[in-house]
């Protein structure tokens, strides 16, 4: 372990980055970035910070040692979720190391990793690489993905493979699950409760229009499954629902919040598609407007290239099967632009988004090791 290594962790944790749904939470990225940038320049990558179109102080940084097609991306997001430092032992933004673990926010999810893969770079000049070494840093994974949006759609960075490193505790991830968390808004007619015949209660229709969805979801469980998830079928979850404002008025509105974890192989716009078209009937029949749109931005499925080398390697490399998760990541992204793409990192799920969130002293050591022979394996090595 390099001297720069837990300064480098350090100041990374104390430079906030929250992002959020919520605007008085939302915070930017830009000093993360150019943080790294800043560290990557002196090793001498070359540095491109791409400021994200209509949302100020956020960007991504693709910092790139050596030339030529193919390479390595080893990628991470710069945001963390927000925090109530009331809850914590400690403060968030202070690196704080304890009981052979490091602890503060984004230690686990995954300001580290950016430190490592820097770490297991460190020493490399651009001559001795036959194949590009990539450190990818991104915006908003953990609200809005704008980073990785941005990225598919200037196609940049261009490689053959990438590893997310999300904490995983090192075991690689070969799929997870997608997310669309949908609004369904029911508009009626409002009127006196004392006769019901004088308005349209939306209340009532979205009563029909939720059976219905539950019919969806139980053809689901016979429509599709993938033994590889611990829930092998879809699921769809009423997450909240609010309506009418008074219990002697007829209720004029009525909207319903859920969300759908979908298989790969599932599309989120045919998904929406078949929602609407067989709830629009109930509606059309009750007489009500019926209004379908997503909450946020939906996050595709992910899987790995079909028979894809670096998951061999990588289940070679770290003696674990590849298995999957239900949370979602920034890899369906990458996939989409081409890269044969592991997720693997270190930390544990369990860790991230919870006070007193640390990292292990003990996975560091491991960890660069595992990434400097990937980059052996990718980067110094011909194919």
């Known amino acids: 372990m390099s001297q720069q290594l837990i300064p480098a962790i350090r100041q990374l944790i104390a430079t906030p980055s929250v992002s959020s749904t919520r605007p008085d939470y939302d915070q930017g990225n830009l000093a993360v970035i150019e943080l790294l940038a800043n560290w990557l320049g002196d090793m001498e990558f070359s540095c491109e910070i791409l400021p994200i179109p209509n949302a100020p102080g956020k960007a991504n ?66 001559e001795q690489l036959k194949q590009p070494l990539i450190i990818l840093a991104t915006a908003d994974e953990e609200s809005s993905m704008s980073g990785a949006r941005e990225l598919v759609r200037i196609g940049q960075p261009k490689a053959r493979t990438a590893i997310i ?62 033994p590889g998830f611990t829930v092998p079928m879809p699921t769809m979850n009423f997450g909240c629902i609010h309506g009418g404002d008074n219990p002697n008025r007829i209720c004029e509105t009525c909207s319903l919040e859920y969300d759908v974890r979908m298989l790969p192989g599932m599309d989120p716009d ?54 999957s998760a239900a949370f979602a990541t920034e890899a369906p992204f990458l996939r989409q632009m081409g890269m044969d793409t592991v997720v693997m990192g270190p930390g544990n799920i369990a860790q991230a988004h919870q006070p007193d969130e640390y990292l292990a002293l003990d996975t560091i050591e491991p960890t660069v090791t595992l990434l400097k022979n990937l980059i052996h394996r990718y980067c110094l090595q011909s194919e």
């Open 61 to 126: 940084l693709i910092a790139t040692l050596g030339k030529g097609p193919g390479g390595l991306v080893l990628s991470g997001h710069t945001d963390t979720v927000p925090c109530d430092d009331s809850l914590w032992s400690q403060n968030p933004f202070t690196l704080t190391e304890q009981d052979n673990k490091l602890y503060g926010l984004g230690t686990c999810d995954m300001k580290s990793f950016l430190a490592l893969a820097m770490e297991a770079a460190r020493g490399l000049k651009p």
């Open 165 to 226: 490193g999300e904490p995983t505790g090192l075991i690689p991830l070969h799929m997870h699950k997608g997310i669309m968390m949908e609004r369904l808004t029911i508009t009626g007619k409002s009127g006196h409760s004392s006769d019901p015949s004088k308005g349209r209660n939306a209340m009532d229709a979205m009563h029909h229009i939720m059976t219905e969805l539950m019919v969806i979801r139980e053809e689901w469980k016979y429509q599709y499954s993938n």
């Open 270 to 323: 045919e998904i929406r598609r078949n929602i609407y078209q067989r709830t629009h009937v109930l509606s059309e029949q009750a007489g009500v407007v019926l209004e379908l749109e997503p909450v946020s931005m939906p996050i595709p499925p992910f899987s790995s290239e079909e028979n894809s080398s670096l998951l061999r390697t990588c289940e070679g490399l770290t003696g674990y099967r590849a298995t």
